[in-house]
């Protein structure tokens, strides 16, 4: 079955480490797109790719670095740098052509401890 | 309704009631528009679409208008089920340079009463 597959679904921090949010999609998608959601908030662009080995900064980029090395992949990390990480972490993709749905994957609960 | 910006509302609706849910949004130049559900901890699912020359648009036990004058979209659910309690999204397509992106509201969550 094509789908979006994010891991792992729930992610402890601790202060000071950088960790890598995996997403996986096999929908032959040229679009993929990281979403931050807090608490009683709607989702917030954090980084997106129209391409393979291409990527743009979104609206809360700071605090984040992104790769596309494969079409499938576009994994997220949330480094040091970002003082607030504990949030849930979507991601997306779409045919990027503009004026078609994304499709999202499940989600992944990053939590700082 | 929702608003890009605001904090969640909230819509309480009795078993078998219609629900309308509202969302304004910001780009004057955007031309497609979503309706998403997103379920506790769960992904956003896409419930319906529309483009910006059409201004109705209707699906099973769901409707969506837009009215591009006031830059209003609205989601009506017809014969609302408890399976119906999720947050709501709409979501603005914008054109920006090299990039179709999707701008996304506050959201809306609905709670059915049985």
């Known amino acids: 079955d094509g789908g979006i597959t994010q891991s792992p679904k729930y992610l402890f921090r601790k202060e000071g480490q950088n960790v890598t949010l995996s997403c996986e999609q096999n929908l032959n998608h040229d679009a993929m797109y990281w979403y931050r959601q807090d608490p009683g908030q709607g989702l917030r662009l954090i980084y997106y790719?129209?391409?393979?080995?291409?990527?743009q900064k979104g609206d809360i980029a700071e605090g984040y670095s992104v790769s596309r090395e494969k079409k499938e992949s576009f994994p997220l990390t949330v480094t040091s740098a970002q003082k607030n990480p504990t949030a849930f972490y979507l991601c997306?993709?779409?045919?990027?052509?503009?004026?078609?749905?994304?499709?999202f994957g499940q989600g992944t609960r990053l939590t700082v401890v | 309704g929702e608003s890009v910006g605001l904090h969640l509302p909230t819509l309480s609706v009795q078993e078998g009631d219609n629900s309308i849910i509202n969302c304004a949004y910001s780009n004057s130049a955007s031309d497609y528009f979503i309706w998403y559900k997103q379920e506790s901890g769960k992904g956003p699912q896409f419930i319906i679409d529309?483009?910006?020359?059409?201004d109705k648009r209707q699906g099973q036990r769901v409707t969506v208008l837009l009215n591009k004058t006031v830059k209003h979209l609205s989601l009506q659910i017809a014969a609302t089920q408890p399976g119906d309690s999720a947050v709501y999204f709409c979501?603005?397509?914008?054109?920006?340079?090299?990039?179709?992106?999707?701008?996304f509201g506050t959201g809306t969550r609905l709670t059915v009463i049985p």
């Open positions: 979501a603005e397509n914008i054109h920006q340079t090299g990039a179709n992106n999707l701008f």
């Open positions: 790719s129209q391409i393979v080995n291409d990527f």
């Open positions: 997306a993709s779409s045919l990027g052509t503009g004026g078609t749905e994304a499709f």
């Open positions: 529309i483009r910006s020359n059409m």
